[in-house]
Nanobody, 123 residues
């Protein structure tokens, strides 16, 4: 059974940094389409960053220049480096993966999801 486990969330002050990790069991990330989503209370789940099987990454306008998505194939772990955090970045963050294909910000595109890790940014 494929399992994705996120870690690295926490509480930080505005301007701080966090690095989220997503480790997979029974699944190899390499060549897949992967993404980070977030969902704040009362809001829809939104795509934050994605990366496809050709290592092409894309970012939501709200995080571009501050967040970086990357994959460590040796560790089979997906990362989201988040810098210059803002209170509006507060949300539950989820990693998602789909075998092959282009990446997308549509959550319906992805077959497997982690349980999420909470990020809270205070002003």
């Amino acid at each position: 059974e494929v399992q994705l486990v996120e870690s690295g969330g926490g509480s930080v002050q505005a301007g701080g940094s966090l690095r989220l990790s997503c480790a997979a069991s029974e699944y190899t990330f390499s060549g897949s389409s992967m993404a980070w989503f977030r969902q704040a209370p009362g809001k829809e789940r939104e795509g934050v960053a994605n990366i496809d099987g050709h290592d092409v990454s894309r970012y939501a306008h709200s995080v571009k220049g501050r967040f970086t998505i990357s994959l460590d194939t040796a560790k089979n772990t997906l990362y989201l480096q988040m810098n210059s955090l803002k209170p509006e970045d507060t949300a539950m963050y989820y990693c998602a993966v789909r075998a092959g294909g282009d990446s997308s910000f549509n959550p319906l595109w992805y077959a497997y999801w982690g349980q999420g890790t909470q990020v809270t940014v205070s002003s």
